[in-house]
């Protein structure tokens, strides 16, 4: 080595006393400065044990990569002392010791740049209550651990890297902390980031964990971690290890490419998700084990298993808690097992699930709100003895069997609804029980509710509609039904008729059955004649009521077919309205509504109208909520959306509007047969509404166009008026009114019979100040309406709603 490799630079005193030296060595260099100094590096190979016990500044003549420190055994780098050290090269080779090492309370040292090569027990240790900032560092370690903090040591980590170890990335011992952001682990033998002991923590974000050979994040003996937007992938373990009372946090994390679980826990652990997603894993997406194991997972999503295991799997009295996440694309969804497992599931779907979406058996018990099961082979399967929970507000819809009760299990569900199941809607055999109350069975291709083995389940006030083979089926005594109804069931004959059993009677020998519950048919709603009538009242509308009839006599003539066993054509029920404002849009909606809900298409009927303001929110996302809270309150009835062309407006490339049509268009699709859509409007204005999503128009069946009312129409509004109200039109009033309309402007925003409303409202004003002035007025006076009560001498026009 040559003389003068190492200068030492005075640069922390007062000016007379700053002064230089050069050095041959970095021990003399870092021996002869003072707490201030630089100490400036050329380029060259020191084979030398560097000790840094001052608060100097170590770096490079000649930038990163120029100075390479490789002694021949011990440590390369130790400090003890708040240094810096900048873009060195450091080497290491002693399997017993560390490569760097930044030990004491005093080292609140920072390392930047700096380059970790070494086959050593450790690539950097940090211990003894150091605290250190490393930016910018790589380490590669092949024979063992590639950071360890231990001794409540405290490390922030600003763009580093860990590109290989042997053993575990990043191990937080013995009440350490480390910080890292976005900084990368990776190629490591053993876990990405250990944590051990109580008191360590790890938080990491914006920060990648991949190809590691072992478990992404292993945690255990009451250590705590938190990772921010990070990434685990490409791991031959677990993505996730969780034991002995270690806490995990997940915020908008991904999990992905893992052959084993992307999270297993055990020992009273705790995992908690948020925004988070899990995909393309081998074994389950979520094992939880072990009595005082908790999972609380909120708008993650889980998909793609690669494997034939269930995603998540709760036993041995494990507790999980979902909320508003998506599970789809996996052979089962959730297994729950063993006595005091627990899984709480409020507002998350399960799609495209190969075989069970909820399995509940063992004693285990699930607690389901609001939750979606669709395009499953079974979608609630309670298996035995002691598994149960409750269900509310559930839908199941698209699969083999909806809810499949054995066993002595003993659910409640309670206002749950199985639609289009392939098999039994609700299946109940071996001695399973189950509560349902105000369930209902649509469209299956089955039953609605099959019960066998005279089991006890408790109907009550259950509902079974266009089921192919029946509604309710009770093979043999047992079940418990009231104020059940299905619409297979014909009204009770008369007193001397003997009523013939639907249900299969059994011919072994011994005393009669009792008969079944008796199932009543489906309430009658306004028969949909008179619905009719009141549609055939309106004044005018001629080709809207013969559009209507239409589409009534198609969907009535279809649903007869199905319950013949018939095939029946697929009819989308949705509607667009056109026309000018004024022309009995809404009343020809509410009607509909009405109709269907009398033919046992809809569950209610009811009309709920909205308007833009009430579906597009003011920033982004609020638009959709909106939009499902509206269709929400709209189901089993007609929404009616007024002026439906204002969602899509011409220039507005970036409105929120277009969200709320891309969201209808979604729950249009998702619950076809709940609600019916109807959307208002002008023609012209329409036509550019049909056009804003590529799948919105394809929703709705046809168009029905309400024409402006002619003068003789409007006149006939206004008489209904007068009767409505008690008062009466004298024929020479009728004849002035008539002239009056025909005066009227119609243009486009012409109210048509808002207008004749209004006039009529003007005319008993007049009348009312008219009449006033009489000193003892009759019953006549204060009926009759007559010429000089018209709004004279200016014309109504223009009036919009």
């Not at 063993?338 to 409020?346: C, K, L, N, P």
Request: hydrophobic share 40%; net charge negative; aromatic share 4%.
């Amino acid at each position: 080595m040559t003389e003068h490799r190492v200068r030492v630079t005075q640069d922390s005193g007062s000016r007379w006393r700053r002064r230089a030296g050069e050095y041959a060595t970095l021990t003399e260099a870092l021996a002869a400065a003072e707490p201030g100094d630089t100490v400036t590096v050329r380029p060259g190979v020191f084979r030398e044990n560097v000790l840094v016990d001052k608060p100097v500044t170590v770096l490079p003549a000649e930038g990163p990569g120029t100075v390479r420190i490789d002694p021949p055994s011990g440590t390369a780098l130790t400090v003890t002392a708040g240094a810096t050290v900048r873009d060195l090269v450091l080497e290491g080779y002693d399997s017993s010791c560390a490569t760097v090492r930044i030990a004491g309370p005093t080292a609140t040292a920072t390392l930047i740049g700096c380059r970790v090569d070494g086959h050593a027990a450790v690539g950097i240790e940090v211990g003894d209550r150091a605290e250190v900032l490393f930016t910018g560092c790589t380490v590669s370690n092949p024979s063992g651990l590639g950071l360890r903090l231990r001794g409540a040591a405290v490390a922030r980590f600003e763009e580093c890297e860990v590109a290989a170890a042997g053993q575990a990335g990043l191990a937080v011992l013995e009440g350490s902390s480390a910080r890292l952001h976005r900084s990368r682990l990776h190629h490591a033998a053993g876990a990405g980031v250990l944590l051990s002991d109580a008191g360590s923590l790890a938080e990491l974000t914006g920060c990648e964990i991949y190809e590691i050979r072992g478990s992404g994040v292993q945690a255990e003996s009451r250590a705590l971690g938190r990772l921010t937007d990070c990434e685990i992938h490409r791991t031959t373990g677990n993505g996730l290890t969780l034991d002995t009372e270690a806490e995990l946090e997940l915020l908008d994390c991904r999990l992905h490419d893992l052959p084993e679980n992307a999270a297993d826990l055990r020992g009273r652990s705790t995992l908690t998700l948020e925004r988070s997603t899990i995909r393309s894993f081998g074994r389950g997406a979520l094992s939880v084990w072990d009595a005082g194991t908790t999972v609380s997972a909120t708008g993650c999503g889980i998909e793609d298993s690669t494997g034939d295991y269930p995603a998540i799997w709760v036993s041995d009295g494990a507790r999980l808690t979902l909320t508003d996440c998506a599970l789809h694309d996996l052979p089962d969804a959730l297994f729950v097992l063993d006595r005091d497992s627990r899984a709480t599931v409020t507002d998350t779907s399960f799609s495209r699930i190969r075989s069970s979406a909820v399995s509940v058996s063992s004693g285990a018990t699930v607690e389901l709100a609001r939750c979606r099961v669709q395009e499953a082979g079974t979608g609630l399967w309670f298996r035995d003895h002691g598994s149960g929970g409750t269900l509310t507000d559930c839908e199941i819809s698209e699969v083999a069997t909806g809810v499949i009760v054995t066993k002595g299990a003993d659910p409640v569900l309670r206002g749950c609804v199985v639609r289009g199941s392939a098999e039994a809607a609700v299946y109940v055999s071996a001695q399973g029980r189950g509560t349902f109350e105000e369930c209902r069975a649509l469209q299956g291709k089955g039953f609605g509710f099959h019960v066998i083995d005279g089991c006890r389940t408790v109907l009550t006030r259950c509902r079974a509609e266009q089921n192919r083979r029946a509604g309710f089926e009770f093979s043999e005594p047992g079940p418990l039904a009231e104020g059940c109804t299905s619409d297979d069931v014909a009204p009770a004959p008369a007193p001397e008729t003997v009523p013939v059993q639907r249900t299969a009677q059994l011919t072994t020998a011994g005393p009669p059955l009792v008969a079944p519950p008796q199932i009543a048919p489906i309430p009658d709603c306004r028969p949909a004649d008179e619905a009719l009538a009141d549609l055939d009242a309106l004044i005018g509308l001629a080709t809207v009521k013969q559009e209507v009839r239409t589409l009534i006599d198609l969907i009535s003539v279809g649903r007869r077919r199905r319950q013949a066993g018939l095939k029946a054509p697929s009819l989308r029920r949705h509607l667009v309205f056109t026309g000018s404002p004024g022309t009995g849009k809404t009343t020809v909606a509410r009607l509909y509504g009405e109709i269907l809900a009398a033919l046992g298409v809809l569950q209610r009927g009811h009309l709920v109208e909205v308007a833009r303001v009430d579906l597009v929110g003011e920033h982004i996302g609020s638009t959709a909520i909106r939009t499902q809270a509206a269709f929400d309150q709209a189901r089993g009835g007609v929404l009616f959306i007024d002026e439906a062309y204002t969602l899509a407006p011409e220039d507005g490339a970036r409105d929120f509007g277009r969200e709320a049509i891309d969201t209808l268009v979604k729950l249009m699709e998702d619950h076809r047969d709940e609600v019916v859509v109807i959307v208002a409007g002008y023609t012209a204005e329409m036509e550019r509404f049909l056009a804003a999503n590529p799948g919105i128009s394809s929703r709705f069946s046809r168009t029905v166009a309400f024409p402006d009312y002619s003068d003789a129409e409007l006149l006939e509004i206004a008489r209904t008026q007068c009767v409505e109200h008690e008062y009466q039109l004298a024929e020479p009033t009728a004849q002035a009114l008539l002239a009056h309309f025909a005066t009227l402007h119609r243009g486009p925003t012409f109210g048509n019979g808002r207008t004749a409303r209004l006039v009529f409202e003007t005319m008993v004003e007049r009348h009312a100040m008219r009449v006033a002035q009489l000193p003892n007025p009759s019953t006549e006076d204060l009926q009759l309406l007559v010429p000089a009560d018209l709004p004279l001498p200016h014309p109504v026009s223009g009036v919009a709603g």
